[in-house]
């Protein structure tokens, strides 16, 4: 019997990776970039590489007018690998909602990220709802270096602002009978074009158990590259952890609950098989359809060994 594999959106044959890196098709670049402000076509006449499409991606960034945010870097999170250039981070970007490519960039513009609420609610002794300015005012906001390693064996460093989970947990109290916490982002189709797709379980939806919550590396981040996160990163507020791989760090969360079973994630009800709930990033073991033994940081290709959960394992190989 012949059994057909199906391709989940974000597979990207390492060929295709490399020369997205290096270069860009002309033509098929001008026709979908060509969507944005009139600022930004004026950037766009003889766009043709890396470098041109990250000025395309600087100018509408700047047209998002990202408020800054001044906050000290904790020195306890380190890297060992140059920064990823911001353009190229915010120009490659997973966010299914939006775009099944890397192109999110360009089809956000509808999305409203603020006003923004989210919800803590579940097994806890203090529900609440937080405004998202005041959720920041009451947090400790810190600036952290992460590595990040997509499922898909590309890699970024990024510095992060935000705060731990710990944190925001401590607040809402939660019960002992509380096991697991769930996040789940927006349904707005009317914003993110791709949630009319009926084939797939929007909202999107991640978990974590208690414990992994709680541990120090668990971050909400609100901002990167000392500013307010880009839409296409999760603005106005996403989870990153650094361990597992990237899809697990939910973007734009507008609830947060706490429960004592596993709730059921959008990537493990679509492939489980391949989209594993726990998804610790692990040189040994493949994805069923490429091996994990390496990965590529974006824009440069350099490329490193991978680390088992990612080089953490000193905060993070108690839990498993
Ligand atoms: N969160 C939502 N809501 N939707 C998504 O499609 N993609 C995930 C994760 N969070 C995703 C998401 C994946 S696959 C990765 S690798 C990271 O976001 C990518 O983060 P970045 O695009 O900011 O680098």
């Known amino acids: 019997m012949t059994s057909i594999k199906i391709l989940p959106d974000w597979f990207l044959p390492e060929s295709q990776a490399t020369s997205e890196s290096i270069y860009m098709n002309r033509r098929r670049f001008l026709k979908k970039a060509g969507l944005g402000s009139l600022s930004t076509i004026g950037l766009l006449a003889g766009c043709q590489t890396l470098e041109e499409k990250k000025a395309v991606v600087k100018q509408k960034l700047l047209e998002e007018r990202l408020r800054p945010i001044t906050t000290a870097r ?16 915010a120009a490659y970007t997973n966010f299914y909602e939006f775009s099944g490519d890397k192109d999110v960039w360009q089809k956000v513009d509808k999305f409203q990220p603020h006003p923004w609420t989210i919800e803590v609610s579940g097994l806890v002794a203090k529900p609440q709802k937080f405004a998202i300015e005041d959720l920041i005012s009451k947090m400790p906001i810190e600036e952290r270096l992460y590595r990040h390693r997509c499922v898909e064996a590309w890699a970024m460093a990024v510095p992060w602002i935000g705060f731990p989970l710990k944190r925001l947990i401590e607040l809402v109290e ?3 009978t509380a096991t697991y916490v769930k996040f789940t982002t927006f349904m707005r189709p009317e914003q993110a074009g791709r949630q009319i797709l009926h084939n797939q379980p929007w909202p999107y939806t991640e978990g974590l158990t208690i ?23 999760g603005a106005p507020i996403r989870l990153v952890l650094p361990w597992k791989y990237g899809y697990k760090s939910i973007k734009s969360i507008e609830k947060i609950e706490f429960s004592d079973r596993q709730p059921p994630t959008f990537w493990n009800m679509r492939f489980p098989e391949e989209y594993d709930f726990l ?16 990965e590529k940081m974006l824009e440069t290709g350099d490329r490193y060994a991978t680390q088992m959960y990612n080089g953490y394992a000193s905060y993070v190989a108690n839990l498993y």
């Open 279 to 294: 998804a610790n990033v692990n040189p040994n073991i493949a994805h069923p359809r490429w091996s994990q033994a390496s």
């Open 211 to 233: 414990k992994e919550a709680v541990n120090e590396l668990a971050f909400l981040a609100v901002g990167i590259y000392g500013h307010e996160l880009p839409k296409q990163h």
């Open 174 to 176: 939660p019960k002992a």
């Open 74 to 89: 904790n020195l306890a999170f380190t890297i060992d690998r140059p920064l990823t250039n911001e353009y190229s981070a």
